[in-house]
């Protein structure tokens, strides 16, 4: 499926529901894209998984933010590559440094940044850690087998409407 069909049935997905995130958050490595950076060289020239570009286009077009949280050694090499692939500029912020914990911390720093509070954030990642230890913060959070796809944009989607769901119930007691 080419990068114009993801992002046409990308939007359709996020067409079908009324409850969205205000920031989607992705990890890099394992998730955007196939790959360790630290394991690769800025001359290189890297590639996204297959769904990842006409997935973030799509959102960016329905106007949801888009932010980075990852967990790399060589942020130089990071934002190299999301130059190279022409995504860069589609992020509001980007948290690229080395944590040997979770993410809990470029979570606090996106926050900051942006002011969206965790309940109204969405983030992918591939390590069930940072899965467990963001969505303690209030994130929903999706894990991701073979990175990006359009099946982990709809479950995202529909767990972010079932949390939102739940937590109004919640509000009404």
């Known amino acids: 499926m080419g990068e114009e069909k993801v992002k046409e049935e990308a939007m359709r997905l996020i067409g079908i529901f009324q409850l969205l995130p205000r920031l989607v958050v992705f990890d890099l490595d394992y998730t955007l ?7 690769r060289s800025k001359r290189e020239m890297p590639s996204l998984y297959p769904h990842a570009k006409g997935i973030l286009s799509a959102l960016k077009d329905k106007g949801i933010k888009l932010a980075i949280a990852s967990r790399s050694p060589t942020p130089d090499i990071a934002n190299s590559f999301l130059t190279k692939l022409s995504i860069n500029s589609m992020f509001v912020t980007k948290e690229i440094f080395s944590s040997w914990k979770n993410k809990t911390d470029h979570f606090q720093k ?3 940044k942006t002011g969206i509070p965790f309940n109204s954030m969405l983030f992918f990642d591939d390590e069930d850690r940072n899965i467990q230890a963001v969505s303690k913060m209030g994130v929903t959070s999706i894990c991701v087998d073979n990175g990006v ?5 709809r479950r995202g989607l529909t767990k972010f409407a079932e949390n939102q769901n739940a937590s109004e119930k919640k509000k009404r007691k």
């Open 33 to 39: 894209w196939p790959f360790y950076c630290e394991c």
């Open 149 to 153: 796809s359009l099946g982990a944009l």
């Open 110 to 112: 996106i926050h900051s």
